[in-house]
């Protein structure tokens, strides 16, 4: 349906490349209203007097043209004879009194209801464009208790899907439009407009026509529950939704290969450059590469949701001279010359808006550096102040720049839909993908590891499926494979060839086992919603969450986050409860209009300030950061910096607070005895008063002395008969250290067990003005406070962060823990 510009799909109601590709194969909007409506005029046929729901809209298309074009706005005559009208062709019900309940509040209706109360229809004020829903009322003022309520169309749906029995459409019928909107993407802003007047006046009849898609998008048997239980428009859409999953599939592949587009562009460039490409590893070009494309990606996504308010969408200077949309159009052709191809004039737009988005630009916000109350309103930009877009995290790539020719192959690869022989490329939808499947796609590449090719080398897989895993080798070895072992790859010109690597190349390859090895498997959405879930419950059951401000006190932990599947749903199925629970202890209820904002304001606070998260990938933690971002924007928070309790380590690493005591490092009683343990708190009190916890004085850590468990795998017989020489070394070596300490041994072990207690005292000291620099008050429901002054985490708080958990930092393990500052517990 690529020139049927009768329907209007809002903020991509449906994914927009499912709603408007002309594939004739596949899943797709065309295909699936073609096949009903195909099935109505078999019904047809089988009758004496035809009555499905095409005969019923062509049988009054003449009368429906006629009518909706004499609509009169102030003539409401006309008003209700083009509403009629259009009840009549999609058959739905004409309007009557109707009551819906929330709570202890009635509201009252004049609406078109079906029986099972799946869908209400509602009469508005005519309108000429979208853009004039805002402005619609109903024809008939609705009642709120038996009084009139005043309120526009827009606040008028809000009300019916917020209302206890809710139901899944509402259908305006606004003059000669029809607006559908579903419960679920309504807050979003998100619906289905349909111009019937211009469709009817076309009467494109075909078999994949405008009035055959405009019949199927609005036939009242296509919105309504049908007996068997299902609805046409929820499985339309479910399958939209699990199209965009299928993109994210491709969207992985394409990732990758732009992954090896830009290493190869870089190494080009800095041999071109005379840089040099000694110093560059390989591993860390590809983690620089996977950054960039990610920001890319980021940009997308924040785009595809002006809801959240990240960047100035909509607004004309922002879309025709910053945002992404003007370059869609310069990839459909490729750079005109050699000068144009080796330019950088993509690289360098994209970097001038990565700059603005980290740095934000508001020149009127008091509490900006770059205030000036004399400059002239214009673009803000919210500063994002994330690792992701830190100048040295891409410092390979911004040494040299990339090529016009390499990003427009990269941006190809990102907009536009995978290349299949025989089918048109769409844009891909990142409406549609939302922030899981971002994890989705990026989790997926966790296990590649870049390289620069040595030599030349050709890739091998069984059956040459490179999706769980390949072999790089030499063309000696290749010589005795068979044809079918070879990876193959899809040349410019459209020929498939061995997919070959020459020395100096960039190589980007997950090898067979990497993905074990690294345990890098995506959690989908239905495994964490249920595991989140099912956790809320047990804290539910142990009385641990009664009161709303106890979920504002809980400590969420994921040891192993990945992209952060989990802790972005925990941050969701959390924020929801705590205003469910809010609005029943105050008895007051939140304006429909201002629920989308102030669940975001909450979320937004429980990731910023109570989820804490470790892995041993630190892409990984980089690209969580922005998951949680992205997940949780609010127009309150500036600048958040989640980094600070998103951690690069071992989660398991062994280490507690635990003590032996010095009588028993004589004896080695301490290798049998069960270590004390001492909770943090102690720490804290020990700070205040400016003391050594005395429960601790004279004991020793036990992380400091040898564990019974050490050497353990020289009891196996089965290494003793595979290396009994070092089995023999190994047996020597644990009789040694498990002799006991001398007295002078002792003394050295309680100093530096005083030099530890001190060290976690000064690493809480650290993470409490880090907290204080990090954290942002936002006024949530039910928690009034003033706006505070914030502050992006300054470099001083930064810093202190990236010092407590360098490698050799004597208090890095404590980090590692994930101890929540000035909480005075580990998370559970």
Known sequence: MANVDSIINVDEWISDYYLTTDETKGESFTNRAADAVKAWKAEDKQLAKPVSPWSRLTSTRNQLQTTLSLIDAPNAASVDAAAEAIERAFGYPAPGE????????????????????TVI?????????????????????????????????????????????????????????????????????????????????????????????????????????????????????????????????????AIKESIEIIGNDVLRRHEQQDVGIDAIAGDELAKQA????????????????????????????????????NLREKILTEPPTDRAASGTYLYDSLQLLFELINTG?????????????????????????ADLFLPEATSYISAVKLSNAALHRVLQNLLLTREVSGKDRGFVSYASLGVTQLGQVYEGLMSYTGSIAAT????????????????????????????????????????????????GDFVFRQSSRDRERSASFY?????????????????????????????????????????????????????????EKKQQELGETIDPERLTEELQKVKASIALHQVYGVDLNKTAVELAEISLWLNTMSSQLHAPWFGLHLRHGNSLIGASRSTVTAASLRKRDYLTQQPVHHPVTTVAAAVEEGTVDAAVLGRVHHFLVPSKGWGSPAESKDLKEIAPKAIGHMKAW???????????????????????????????????????????RLDIFGHATPARMWSPASKSTRSCSATSTAPTSAYAWSWTRGTPCGSGRSPR
Not at 212 to 228: F, G, K, P, Q, S
Not at 361 to 379: K, M, Q, V, Y
Not at 735 to 749: N, P, Q, Y
């Open 734 to 776: 644990r009789k040694e250290i498990r002799k006991g300490f001398s007295a002078a041994d002792v003394t050295t072990l309680k100093d530096l067990a005083t030099r530890v207690e001190r060290l976690w005292q000064l690493a809480l000291v650290r993470l409490r003005i880090a907290e204080d620099q990090a954290s942002r």
């Open 456 to 503: 030349e080398m050709f890739e091998v897989a069984p059956k040459g499926d490179a999706s769980k895993g390949s072999w790089l080798v030499t063309p000696a070895l290749a010589a005795d494979l068979p044809q079918d072992s070879f990876v193959q790859e899809v040349t410019g010109e459209g020929v498939r060839r061995n997919r070959r690597y020459a020395p």
């Open 290 to 325: 996977l950054r960039y494309l990610y920001r890319i990606l980021f940009l997308l996504f924040a785009e595809a949701s002006p809801e959240l308010n990240i960047l100035p969408t909509g607004v004309p200077e922002y879309d025709e001279g910053y945002g992404l949309a």
């Open 523 to 579: 959690s989908p959405p239905v495994i964490t919603e249920f595991v989140v879930g099912q956790a809320i419950e047990e804290l539910d059951a142990a009385h641990r969450i009664d009161a709303a401000d106890d979920i504002l006190r809980l400590k969420i932990c994921e040891p192993a986050m990945g992209s952060g599947a989990f802790a972005v749903e925990a941050v969701n199925q959390l924020a929801e409860l705590y205003l």
């Open 121 to 253: 229809y509602l009469r508005t004020t005519p309108i000429s464009g979208v853009e004039e829903l805002t402005d619609a009322t109903l024809r008939v003022t609705p009642t709120r208790g038996g009084k009139p309520l005043p309120i526009t169309a827009v606040k008028a749906v809000t009300e019916v899907f917020l209302s206890d029995d809710a139901p899944a459409f509402v259908v305006l019928i606004a003059g000669a439009w029809v607006v559908l909107a579903e419960r679920e993407t309504w807050p979003l802003g998100r619906y289905l407009a349909v111009d019937v007047a211009l469709a009817a006046e076309r009467n494109d009849t075909t078999a994949r026509g405008e009035l055959t898609l405009v019949a199927a998008a609005l036939a009242r048997e296509h919105i309504e529950r049908a007996a068997d239980g299902t609805t046409w428009w929820t499985t339309t859409l479910e399958q939209s939704r699990n199209h965009a999953v299928k993109v994210s599939e491709d969207l992985r592949h």
């Open 98 to 117: 109707l009551e819906l309940t929330r709570a202890e509040d009635t509201l009252g209706l004049n609406a078109g209801s079906d029986r099972a109360g």
């Open 361 to 385: 630009h508001d020149p009127l916000d008091e509490h900006s550096l770059a205030f000036d109350d004399t400059a002239e309103p214009g673009l803000t930009f919210r500063s994002l102040s």
